[in-house]
């Protein structure tokens, strides 16, 4: 069955510190995977995309790594900002018809001051 | 980059009363759209995937005669939430995806429809 799981399911950081969001994945075959920042109330936006011969991408203070070979990915926030307060969501885009996206249920990230 | 719009941006309604949620793609046309919906702290779920000038394909467990999907123009979708009840509040999503070229798996989600049924 094709599953996303994500990891920590919450997370409260000190503005200005690092975090590091977790995804695990089962889903065959792979295309891609995509983390979405989701701001509350809000439709997501994507951060990054990887391909399978992606290990790593950025995007500002957002880095995703991925390891195709333990279906593991992670999303790495440098120098928290109050806006980053959200909820990250990695989806797993499966190679078939209708490129289905499996969604993870998220990581909510709170940055306080 | 590719924008997608929604409206309205929230809705509240009497319990059977029915509700049109429109999506819209702004810069690009899209072929395929895709209605997700959203309860708190849970990951969207795909409702329906429709394609330009045909039926929708509903996911199972979707009522396709409760949650109308119409794809006119490849600018625009419509979800209809007949005769709407309460256990249909939720957060809507619609996501369009750009054929052009090498992007053409690429959803852009709307920024999402807050329905309230009371």
């Known amino acids: 069955k094709n599953q996303v799981e994500q990891s920590p399911q919450s997370l409260i950081i000190l503005e200005g510190k690092n975090c590091t969001l977790q995804?695990?994945?089962?889903?065959?075959?792979?295309?891609?995977l995509r983390w979405y920042k989701q701001d509350t109330g809000r439709g997501p936006v994507s951060l990054t995309i990887?391909?399978?011969?992606?290990n790593t991408k950025s995007n500002g203070r957002y880095t995703a790594t991925l390891d195709a070979d333990t279906k593991q990915s992670s999303l790495h926030i440098t120098a928290s900002q109050l806006s980053d307060s959200a909820s990250y969501i990695c989806?797993?885009?499966?190679?078939?018809?209708?490129?289905?996206?499996?969604f993870g249920k998220g990581t909510t990230l709170s940055v306080s001051s | 980059g590719a924008v997608v719009s929604q409206h309205p941006s929230r809705v509240i309604c009497k319990s059977g009363t029915s509700v049109k949620i429109e999506c819209r793609s702004l810069?690009?046309?899209?072929?395929?759209m895709f209605w997700y919906r959203q309860f708190p702290k849970q990951s969207l779920m795909l409702m329906a995937t429709?394609?330009?000038?045909?039926?929708?394909?509903?996911e199972q467990g979707v009522e396709k005669d409760k949650f109308l999907i119409n794809h006119a123009s490849l600018t625009l979708s419509t979800l209809t939430v007949t005769s709407a009840h309460p256990e249909d509040s939720s957060f809507y999503i619609c996501?369009?995806?750009?054929?052009?070229?090498?992007?053409?798996?690429?959803?852009?989600f709307g920024p999402g429809t807050r329905l309230l049924v009371l």
């Open positions: 989806v797993v885009s499966a190679t078939q018809a209708g490129t289905a996206l499996i």
């Open positions: 995804c695990n994945y089962t889903v065959s075959p792979f295309s891609n």
């Open positions: 429709s394609n330009e000038g045909s039926k929708a394909t509903y």
């Open positions: 996501s369009a995806r750009d054929g052009r070229g090498g992007s053409g798996e690429t959803q852009y």
């Open positions: 810069d690009f046309q899209a072929t395929t």
């Open positions: 990887m391909t399978f011969s992606e």
